[in-house]
């Protein structure tokens, strides 16, 4: 009998760690999910702040890409928002889409410059922990500015490599 009441109690402690786990992971989804969509909108909310930088970078409806660790992935976009069949999106907010796992073509990454979207958008991509710092909304920044200016000034739209031996030329030096 104190066999059979020893195995009942291990059960229900088994059932109630299990219980526990399971919504500890929903808890920290949410978290996850929370805290890229704070970030998000922060971003979102400086609009102005940011396209103030340089005439025509950042515009108002600026599509970039926040991802929680290399994990979850939220997108802001004023147009459509790219459909994965193996990861479903869902709107957290207007233009604001939420992706459970990371999106096809980012890797292991701290940043991505033009990442493309559907209709014809490029997006930057930041890959932040802790909720998002300042400087990892300096380094979203930085990069869309990389993306832009090569964009905006290179004719060709390719990038332009520069041998090394170029850089000793005295005439290079002052670059």
């Not at 526990?20 to 702040?49: D, G, R």
């Not at 991505?112 to 979203?140: K, M, R």
């Not at 905006?152 to 170029?166: G, H, S, W």
């Amino acid at each position: 009998m104190q066999r059979l009441m020893m195995q009942f109690a291990l059960s229900l402690m088994t059932l109630w760690l299990t219980q526990t786990a399971v919504a500890t992971e929903a808890e920290t989804a949410a978290t996850a999910k929370q805290e890229l969509l704070s970030f998000a909108q922060q971003i979102h909310k400086s609009n102005a702040t940011f396209s103030a930088i340089w005439p025509g970078f950042w515009p108002d409806q600026q599509a970039f890409i926040v991802v929680n660790e290399g994990q979850q992935s939220l997108i802001y976009t004023a147009a459509t928002a790219p459909v994965y069949a193996d990861n479903p999106s869902e709107a957290l907010a207007e233009h604001f889409y939420y992706y459970s796992n990371l999106l096809h073509g980012l890797d292991d990454f701290k940043y991505e410059i033009d990442f493309a979207l559907p209709d014809d958008q490029l997006a930057t991509a930041i890959n932040i922990s802790n909720g998002g710092t300042s400087e990892d909304v300096s380094t979203l920044l930085h990069e869309a500015f990389h993306g832009y200016q090569r964009r905006a000034f290179n004719e060709d739209d390719a990038v332009t490599f520069l041998p090394p031996e170029t850089l000793a030329a005295d005439e290079s030096r002052a670059l």
